[in-house]
């Protein structure tokens, strides 16, 4: 996945792509970056895509509709009745510019899917559905998972053309929300996981994403190899480290050290768990970048405590 550098101040809209998924014609596919939008919420130029309470709606609808035309995602679709399909995304729009309709989910860490085609009710009604991923085969449908930290994990079937765009956090993650989406594939397209191709979008990494020990023990009990997912780290104490005595004085013997902190492998987790679900390992392709460690270039949940926007991860299908 293409990678930005770091130190020079990045002003216009940046999408990063996935190489071997860039490599097919009938695809749409992005994931979107802070960079190069209307926002002043958390920064300036922001393209906060999600509609928070700190942004303004209209921002939002701005950046939206730059990001779609950024990824080529216009022009009509006979298979789609742009004209019944409110207005998510689709303000903001230049004259003569037809945007495709974006399908968002109300995302609750869950492992609920669920398969969209032109005549679904959101699109129908503009009420946002519950749920954490989203697949179709019908082109001309633009299927957006929003993060600041989770990772959104796009899969697809060049086979039948079809594709599913998923939300993983640890939640999902334990949930099993990607090999459920190969499986959910499967059942409405007849996909084999051996030909989906799958790709992890930028979210906060191993470096940053320091956990509870019952997020442990919930992998454990899920997976034979949660043990290789997470890393202790001894707590480094520069105080302790230049007083020693005076801490092997205060406290009882047996109680010197600190409790180790540690840290989930989410993009690991979410990789074995499509090895295990029988994608092939060479078709999966991961972002190096941690949202935490490049709050410059994405927005991070934990990196800004909270006040942050949203990106979005998209797939969708061209028509004829
Ligand atoms: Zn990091």
């Not at 130190?7 to 809209?13: A, F, H, P, V, W």
């Not at 998924?21 to 906060?48: C, E, I, M, Q």
């Not at 959104?152 to 086979?159: Q, T």
Request: charged letters at 25%.
């Amino acid at each position: 996945m293409k990678t930005q550098t770091r130190g020079k101040k990045i002003t216009e809209l940046n999408v990063l792509r996935a190489r071997h998924l860039t490599a097919l014609p009938w695809l749409v596919h992005g994931f979107s970056t802070r960079t190069g939008g209307f926002s002043s919420a958390y920064g300036k130029s922001d393209l906060n895509l999600g509609f928070t309470s700190d942004d303004a709606r209209s921002a939002v609808e701005r950046n939206r509709a730059a990001f779609l035309r950024a990824l080529g995602a216009t022009g009509r679709n006979r298979l789609v009745k742009h004209s019944k399909i409110p207005a998510s995304g689709q303000t903001g729009q230049k004259r003569g510019t037809l945007l495709w309709p974006l399908v968002t989910l109300r995302q609750v860490h869950s492992d609920i899917i669920h398969c969209v085609d032109s005549a679904s009710g959101e699109l129908q009604t503009g009420d946002l559905q519950t749920g954490d991923g989203l697949i179709t085969a019908t082109p001309g449908l633009l299927l957006a998972i929003q993060t600041a930290d989770c990772l959104p994990v796009i899969l697809v079937d060049p086979k039948h053309r079809a594709i599913g765009v998923f939300h993983a956090g640890w939640r999902g993650t334990v949930q099993r929300i990607v090999e459920k989406g190969v499986g959910e594939m499967r059942r409405h397209f007849g996909s084999g996981p051996r030909d989906l191709r799958a790709a992890i979008g930028p979210g906060v990494h191993e470096c940053c994403y320091e956990v509870g020990e019952e997020v442990r023990t919930k992998f454990e009990s899920q997976f034979p190899y949660a043990a290789e997912l997470f890393r202790e780290v001894k707590e480094s104490d520069p105080v302790r480290e230049k007083y020693p005595l005076l801490f092997l004085t205060a406290r009882a013997p047996g109680h010197g050290e600190l409790p180790p902190k540690l840290f989930l492998d989410l993009v690991e987790a979410n990789r074995r768990q499509l090895v295990s679900s029988g994608v092939p390992a060479k078709n999966i392709d991961a972002s190096p970048l941690c949202t935490n460690c490049r709050v410059d270039l994405l927005f991070s949940y934990r990196g800004e405590k909270g006040k942050t926007g949203r990106m979005m991860a998209v797939t969708g299908i061209r028509g004829d």
